[in-house]
């Protein structure tokens, strides 16, 4: 190829060098020897010089020195046309003056570079160049200097457009023994709205689009919305100001909220899969599985599911159905677990039938599954330093049991307790005052189930008085009987003698009732009353809350005597018995009967 454009470049110097030869000696076709360097092969005047063979004309050479081959109106240095009639104006709108320019009709217009060689390196080059300052004098370019171009044009109807361009530039400032350059590929649909859509620059990194897709040569990044892809795969629609884990080889940036959205057909599950050197497929998060529709499955250890969000927002650890519940765990040795992350101090709730309460791992009571109720720790082989508690009856008779309402609450309920610290002095250790800064907690609150033990010893320190109280009372009623029977005597022997002076006179004036002993009743009651002796009638009626009778005994004997009442005759309640003489109301009692 090299050796064509040698071949053609002799034959135009010659062409314009030799002299006139119309007289003897005559230009020689087999050669000339007499040629001078002031010899012309061609014409001294305006007239074009033709090159024909076959009696056609081939090529010419114009009176400006253009060229044309196989066209006689050459419109630069060099014309070529191979076929079709002559080029109509609008060929040659808009060009900036070609060095070659090739026509062709109803056929390929090819510019071809050819040749054939057993060396590797030999090959067809198309070949532009480009300097500054000029030919006899050329200067180093400078960046983002035009080094060479292909342009794409075609008609419109009118005129031509220039929609593609295929340009080479200058990329960087240049240094002896370096140009860097870039490629740049521009379309669109003419001049004014043609815009670059790759960029391959020196370094070879590729910009698609000025952005859209970016890959960087240095480490392979590619970034789509961004030019600075911070991992191998960075996808930005807006700049969130801050930077990429190193280790995340995917990045999705944005400036304002930020998804990843996968999405198949509504009948298909959805999601992300983990992996590992041992498995593709360790774990993962999936949406609409066949088992949880319209749910989420967390998968751990192998793809096994280990949680699941239902569609209704129920949450399911360790199983696959939560069913209604809002948070269901499923365990087998160890269940669900709070912890501080500060103090580290943890609370766990796990059931083996009954639901048991740990504190840092220590046992600390259970609910019964039965009842509900709740049992504290209190083996004896937990404790220490046991000893039996100082008397308490005097501290116990301080407390101020209280009613009260709660504030700051819409429940306007009375409700019985005791105020914290009210109790607090007393009994410390009952009492908690729980402070929280970060959530304006001031709070005590107080240990009720402490009571209980409470009570139980004072009821064992009231026992001996108690007992000491039934003796004098045992001995009190045997004194009193002696003495009613003492009075009833004499009362006898004075209604005789009143009988005897005066004669008979009835009155009730004599006649009196006395509250049951005990009372309440748990067992038995005694009821006493005196009748007078001249009384002619006598009876106890006993009535309950609402007045009605439920029992009426008749008393036969006059003076002092009693009643003895079973509270197995009479279920528990509030009772009144009244004592009746001659029809006449004499007195009224409340009685208590429990179970």
Do not use: C
């Not at 995917?250 to 509504?266: G, P």
């Not at 751990?300 to 696959?320: E, K, R």
């Amino acid at each position: 190829m090299k050796k064509i454009f040698l071949s053609l470049s002799i034959f135009i110097a010659i062409s314009f060098a030799g002299k006139s030869q119309n007289s003897s000696p005559y230009w020689s076709l087999a050669g000339n020897s007499n040629a001078t360097s002031g010899s012309k092969l061609g014409t001294t005047n305006l007239v074009p010089l033709k090159f024909y063979t076959s009696n056609k004309q081939r090529m010419i050479i114009d009176s400006l020195g253009r060229v044309g081959i196989n066209t006689n109106y050459p419109v630069n240095i060099l014309t070529v046309k191979s076929s079709g009639g002559i080029p109509a104006a609008s060929w040659l709108n808009g060009l900036n003056k070609p060095v070659f320019i090739g026509f062709a009709d109803d056929m390929s217009s090819e510019f071809v570079l050819a040749g054939a060689s057993n060396n590797k390196d030999e090959r067809a080059v198309f070949q532009g160049r480009r300097s500054r300052g000029t030919l006899v004098s050329p200067l180093r370019v400078a960046d983002n200097d035009y080094i060479t171009s292909l342009l794409a044009s075609a008609y419109d109807g009118t005129t031509f457009q220039n929609p593609a361009l295929v340009s080479f530039f200058v990329d960087g400032t240049p240094s002896s023994g370096h140009v860097p350059a870039r490629i740049s590929l521009v379309t669109g649909t003419n001049l004014s709205d043609r815009t670059e859509r790759l960029k391959v620059g020196s370094t070879g990194n590729f910009d698609f689009n000025s952005g859209q897709i970016f890959l960087r040569q240095s480490d392979g990044f590619v970034g789509i919305g961004t030019t600075s892809p911070g991992n191998t795969l960075h996808v930005s629609k807006g700049s969130s100001g801050g930077t990429g884990y190193f280790d995340a080889p995917l990045i999705v940036e944005n400036s304002s909220h930020s998804y990843i959205n996968i999405l198949t057909q509504a009948s298909n599950e959805s999601g992300i899969l983990f992996g590992n050197s041992n498995t593709n497929v360790a774990g993962g998060i999936i949406y609409n599985n066949y088992f949880n529709l319209e749910g989420l499955q967390f998968r751990v250890n192998g793809n096994q599911t280990g949680m699941v969000l239902s569609n209704a927002g129920n949450l399911g650890v360790g199983t696959f159905t939560p069913g209604s519940y809002k948070e269901k765990v499923s365990h087998t040795n160890f269940g669900f677990d709070i912890e501080n992350s500060s103090t580290a101090d943890d609370w766990e709730q796990v059931t083996f039938v009954t639901l048991q309460l740990y504190f840092n791992g220590a046992f600390r009571g259970s609910f019964n599954n039965t009842t509900g109720a709740y049992t504290a720790a209190s083996d004896e082989r937990l404790k220490t330093n046991i000893k039996p508690m100082t008397t308490m009856l005097e501290k116990i008779n301080q407390l101020k049991p209280s009613t009260y309402q709660f504030k700051n609450t819409t429940d306007k309920q009375e409700y019985n307790g005791f105020i914290a610290q009210d109790v607090m002095k007393i009994f410390p250790a009952m009492v908690t005052h729980n402070v929280s800064k970060e959530r304006s907690l001031d709070v005590y609150t107080l240990d009720y189930s402490g009571f209980g033990v409470l009570a139980v010893k004072g009821i064992q320190e009231l026992e001996p008085v108690i007992e000491e109280q039934k003796k004098i009372n045992e001995e009190q009623k045997v004194t009193i009987l002696e003495l009613e029977d003492r009075l009833n005597k004499l009362e006898a022997v004075i209604v005789q003698l009143t009988q005897k002076g005066q004669g008979a006179v009835a009155t009730t004036k004599d006649a009196f009732l006395e509250q049951n002993n005990p009372n309440p009743v748990t067992a038995n009651t005694i009821i006493r009353y005196q009748v007078p002796l001249t009384a002619t009638s006598a009876k106890v009626i006993i009535t309950d809350a609402k007045g009605q009778t439920i029992k009426t005994i008749t008393i036969s004997n006059k003076g002092a005597g009693q009643l003895s009442l079973n509270n197995g005759t009479l279920a528990a309640g509030v009772y009144n018995y009244t004592l009746y003489v001659n029809n006449k109301q004499i007195d009224s009692r409340q009685m208590v009967i429990t179970n």
